[in-house]
């Protein structure tokens, strides 16, 4: 039950990355909105700022504006391409979709790559520092006329704090795995330029952001966007046991999760529901994968070359044996 307790602690850990949610009246709570019915209004809203805008992307390698973007209305569509236009295109830039399985509904996240980078990819809980602006989309009405419009909440122009996608909004750890960093060279003056790396832009569903609640600036319901480049990644062990979540990541697809009672893991070793990112003891043998994984002389061994000892992950001794070498 000790495992339970921990995977607990674990998950009341994880809140919003913009956790300055607004402070209601009791009074004002309403029941929060169906998920599949507001999913259904922010895809349709998303399609059609995808339809109706286009983009323009500053290529200035070696200066902090390279790959800036900026999205404009359409007026001239024989020479503004839509985002929309590069969907699944064979060069970049290239729009792409990812579904994401949440709220029993099945999410599409529109991203558009400007290019995937050239060094390593985080998994969706490392950190990452990045750069990137955020705008929320909303239908406004004005002299009765209903247009799509994006506005601005956020910009990290100098990014100087790696974020947790453990932490951040589901959109972001949905889609920074699918960018890699680039290379950096440290200036004389202290400042760091970045190039090469992973730039793009996703387009989120309110429900794999904030939702009802919002977040300062930001509406309820509101769909996102953000443009980002992603200068570097961190690697973290969010169970603690000496070994990086991105190498507890089993089939190797990038993600890690914990997923619904019943549904096949393939990152959990032994199937009780605790994804080895999570789980102490990965392969419930009643030594924590930790200990396993200390040799005598206190140095760890790496995951991958600890022995199975005579294959009998079972063996209560298995760890003894291990370590005094009698089993092989
Ligand atoms: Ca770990
Ligand atoms: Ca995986
Ligand atoms: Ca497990
Ligand atoms: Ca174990």
Redesign the pocket.
Known sequence: MN?FKYYFILIITTFSLFSCSKNNDASEITPPRDFAVQYATDITNIEEYLKTYYITVVDHAGFVDDQDVTYTKITDAANQPSIYSYLNASTFPKLLSREVKLHDITYKVYYLVLREGTGAAPCNVDGVLAAYKGDYLEQTVTSNVTSLTATTFEVAKYPQQMLSLYSTITGWSEIFPQFKTGSYTANNDGTVSYSDFGAGVMFIPSGLAYYSAGSASIPAYAPLIFSFKLYEINRQDQDSDGIPSYLEDKNGDGYVKVLATGVE?AD?????????F??V??D?DGYSTKLEITAANGTIIPFADIPSCDGDTTDPARLKKHLDKSCH
């Open positions: 495992k893991n959990d070793t032994d199937k009780d529901g605790i994804p080895d999570l789980d003891d990965d419930a």
